[in-house]
């Protein structure tokens, strides 16, 4: 299993994320989630690991232009499917280091993902 980003190219914190793992010399595959979305099982696995409120950016201009049903969140299954019509709900980027995940950039908490893989 290989080290994943999840993101958008074009957000200065993934530029910023993937930068720092350049400068690390970590080898990363980075997933696009505009141009290729994301598989359900994947989604499903993020909402056990971290849970809805950190895997979603409840302060995104992308969340404030949902209707008030949209952002009604009850089940992972309702979680998935609004990230699947609106990948840049995700807060971004989202780490998958072999299987250990860190959502948004902070970069203490990727060292210590990194050490622990």
């Given at each position: 299993?290989?080290?994943?980003?999840?993101?958008?190219?074009?957000?200065?914190?993934?530029?910023?994320?993937?930068?720092?793992?350049?400068?690390?010399?970590?080898?990363?595959?980075?997933?696009?989630?505009?141009?290729?979305?994301?598989?359900?099982?994947?989604?499903?696995?993020?909402?056990?690991?971290?849970?809805?409120?950190?895997?979603?950016?409840?302060?995104?201009?992308?969340?404030?232009?949902?209707?008030?049903?949209?952002?009604?969140?009850?089940?992972?299954?309702?979680?998935?499917?609004?990230?699947?019509?609106?990948?840049?709900?995700?807060?971004?980027?989202?780490?998958?280091?072999?299987?250990?995940?860190?959502?948004?950039?902070n970069d203490k908490q990727w060292q210590a993902a990194l050490e622990q893989a």
């Amino acid at each position: 299993m290989s080290i994943k980003v999840y993101g958008i190219p074009n957000c200065d914190t993934v530029r910023k994320a993937r930068k720092w793992l350049e400068q690390q010399s970590v080898p990363f595959d980075f997933h696009d989630v505009r141009a290729e979305p994301v598989q359900p099982t994947i989604i499903q696995a993020w909402l056990e690991q971290l849970g809805v409120e950190k895997v979603i950016n409840k302060r995104s201009t992308a969340w404030r232009e949902l209707s008030a049903a949209q952002q009604h969140i009850a089940s992972n299954a309702d979680a998935i499917k609004l990230l699947q019509q609106h990948p840049t709900l995700m807060k971004r980027p989202l780490l998958d280091c072999h299987g250990t995940l860190c959502a948004g950039f902070n970069d203490k908490q990727w060292q210590a993902a990194l050490e622990q893989a």
